[in-house]
C-alpha cells in the first residue's frame, strides 16, 4: 500500500468571534492549564492565541503543520496540544474536525 503525498492542502479557517472566545476561554481555564502544564512538566505554561488545522505530510510540512509555525515544533520552550474533541464541541466547532493550539512554557 503506497502512501499518497498531498502536494497542496489549504489548511486556512476562519473562527466565528463568538465561538473564538468560547475555545479560548476553555484553553485558558485554570484547570486545564494546569493539566497542560503537569503533562509537559512545566511549572506554568500560557495559551499563545495561536490555533491551526494539523495539515497532511507533505514535503513542504513535513511536520503535518503549516510551515510557518514549525519554529513552534522545534523549540523546547513551546508545546503543540491537540484541542480536546469536547472543547471544540462546547465551542460548536465542526469545521475543521480537527485544532492544535501552542502553548508556552513558562519558568521561574
Do not use: W
Not at 484541542?83 to 512554557?105: D, E, G, T, W
Amino acid at each position: 500500500m503506497k502512501i499518497k503525498v498531498i502536494e497542496n492542502f489549504d489548511g486556512s479557517f476562519t473562527l466565528e468571534p463568538q465561538v473564538e472566545a468560547i475555545l479560548f476561554s476553555l484553553l485558558n481555564g485554570e484547570k486545564f492549564i494546569q493539566q497542560v502544564a503537569e503533562q509537559a512538566n512545566s511549572q506554568a505554561v500560557i495559551f499563545t492565541e495561536i490555533l491551526f488545522q494539523p495539515v497532511p505530510y507533505s514535503p513542504g510540512t513535513p511536520k503535518g503543520m503549516p510551515a510557518d509555525l514549525e519554529r513552534y515544533h522545534q523549540s523546547p520552550e513551546y508545546l503543540i496540544i491537540n484541542v480536546p474533541p469536547n472543547f471544540m464541541f462546547a465551542a460548536k466547532i465542526f469545521q475543521p474536525s480537527r485544532l492544535c493550539a501552542i502553548y508556552q512554557k513558562i519558568r521561574d
